[in-house]
């Protein structure tokens, strides 16, 4: 990729009628199904609702990326990114969800299914019946993922496989139907991303998820079980740690190619960050939202604290960093739209989650000042905004790594790691 920005860009910031109408049916979606305070019991309960995706798939929102014929509306992942950040506006766990099972879950398997995959999952997860859980990361290692994968399928004489490891950081698992999971079937000699298998395996029992959120300690099915991680945030969207124990598995439950599996994920690597740099957007708006309404309200020395200059300009600052991180996100989204192959979409995508990220942090940052001591109460919502952003800086991949990226794709520098 050239250091100079020579590709297209994209000059018509404005919306379909279509589009429009998508959001606004969201925030009405948003005001009956999962208001403030409802969300503030979710957190508190550490409970995920389950009935709410439901709903989401009933409004036709987890389907808007995805062909007709599963039942989806054809749009892409501009459709998925305003989704992901109106959603993210005051419930970014839920944008977590949403990049889990449609990105993780959904995307991969339109992408690389069989026939059989596709007709199987997609109709049940735009419906809003199904979710899935991306279980990659294991305890040796975060961004070094190959370095550290140890889980292995051995395949059988029967042509099965059987599966053992253990993975870290199983994100929503509790509210998941389908584990989508990585491991070593194959060793390649000094290839280490070759070898790498998906398998989609399912939950043993489908509705035992909707019991409870808040379970500890469960088991998915013969040979998995999971233990909740206790986390600084993000408390809807639990994740867990996960035990494989001869797991048998079937060639039918392979996902793509065996042996290509790392392919596969890194091909979807540009939809997860531009949709969480949209997470990042969403949460840092509601931030803005919140601040600016509390510096209306709040007097002091008689007169709307908004008034003083420390206050405003703070306000100001967040409001063009939500304005700058929007434009890089949306950009990403138009060139993954209209050049998915084009290696400068990575670096842009990579520069949307990081920039999206680090503005959020700030954004949080910034509002918790503003309301001060009120902010620091369970009673407002911004003390949530500051604990889920933590996580996003750096996952699913650190702000450090993006800028390696960036530098070793862009600027043409020597790989560092």
């Known amino acids: 990729m050239a250091l100079q920005a020579d590709y297209?860009?994209?000059?018509?910031f404005g919306l379909s009628d279509e589009r429009k109408m998508m959001i606004d049916m969201l925030k009405k979606f948003k005001e009956k199904e999962c208001p403030k305070e409802k969300i503030m019991e979710w957190d508190e309960a550490q409970e995920f609702p389950v009935h709410v995706w439901k709903k989401l798939g009933d409004e036709g929102i987890l389907g808007a990326c995805f062909p007709e014929e599963y039942g989806g509306t054809g749009g892409n992942i501009v459709d998925e990114t305003l989704i992901t950040e109106e959603i993210s506006n005051s419930f970014s766990a839920m944008g977590l969800a949403y990049l889990t099972g449609v990105c993780f879950g959904g995307m991969s398997i339109l992408h690389y299914g069989t026939d059989e995959q596709k007709q199987n999952y997609l109709p049940k997860l735009i419906a809003g019946d199904w979710n899935f859980a991306l279980s990659l990361t294991e305890p040796g290692g975060g961004t070094d993922i190959l370095g550290a994968l140890k889980s292995r399928a051995v395949e059988q004489p029967d042509g099965s496989f059987i599966a053992n490891g253990a993975k870290i950081f199983t994100t929503g698992l509790h509210a998941a139907n389908t584990i989508?999971?990585?491991c070593r079937t194959d060793d390649v000699p000094e290839k280490p991303a070759r070898g790498l298998t998906i398998f989609l395996v399912d939950?043993?029992?489908?509705?035992?998820?909707?019991?409870?959120?808040?379970?500890?300690?469960?088991?998915?099915?013969?040979?998995?079980?999971?233990?909740?991680?206790?986390?600084l945030g993000s408390w809807i969207l639990a994740s867990f740690e996960v035990a494989y124990e001869d797991v048998k598995l079937s060639k039918d439950q392979i996902l793509g190619e065996r042996g290509k599996g790392w392919?596969?994920?890194?091909?979807?690597?540009?939809?997860?960050?531009?949709?969480?740099?949209?997470?990042?957007?969403?949460?840092?708006?509601?931030?803005?939202?919140?601040?600016?309404?509390?510096?209306i309200e709040r007097e002091a020395f008689g007169k709307p604290i908004?008034?003083?200059?420390?206050?405003?300009h703070r306000l100001a600052d967040?409001?063009?960093?939500?304005?700058?991180?929007?434009?890089?996100?949306?950009?990403?989204?138009?060139?993954?739209?209209?050049?998915?192959?084009?290696?400068?979409?990575?670096?842009?995508?990579?520069?949307?989650?990081?920039?999206?990220?680090?503005?959020?942090f700030r954004c949080t940052d910034h509002a918790l000042r503003i309301l001060a001591g009120y902010g620091f109460t369970m009673e407002y919502h911004i003390q949530r905004y500051y604990r889920d952003i933590r996580q996003l800086v750096f996952a699913p991949i650190t702000n450090e790594m993006s800028k390696n990226f960036i530098g070793q794709v862009m600027l043409g520098q020597k790989k560092s790691y």
């Open 203 to 231: 939950r043993d029992n489908p509705g035992q998820q909707e019991i409870t959120g808040k379970l500890l300690n469960q088991k998915f099915c013969d040979g998995i079980t999971y233990h909740k991680i206790k986390k």
């Open 180 to 182: 989508v999971f990585i």
């Open 263 to 295: 392919y596969n994920i890194v091909s979807t690597l540009n939809n997860e960050r531009i949709v969480c740099a949209a997470i990042c957007n969403g949460l840092a708006q509601g931030c803005l939202e919140e601040a600016n309404q509390y510096a």
């Open 306 to 312: 908004g008034q003083f200059q420390a206050v405003q």
């Open 8 to 12: 297209l860009i994209p000059i018509d």
């Open 318 to 360: 967040m409001a063009t960093e939500i304005e700058l991180a929007r434009l890089v996100t949306y950009k990403a989204a138009w060139m993954q739209a209209n050049n998915p192959t084009d290696p400068g979409v990575g670096v842009i995508a990579s520069m949307a989650k990081m920039y999206a990220s680090e503005a959020a």
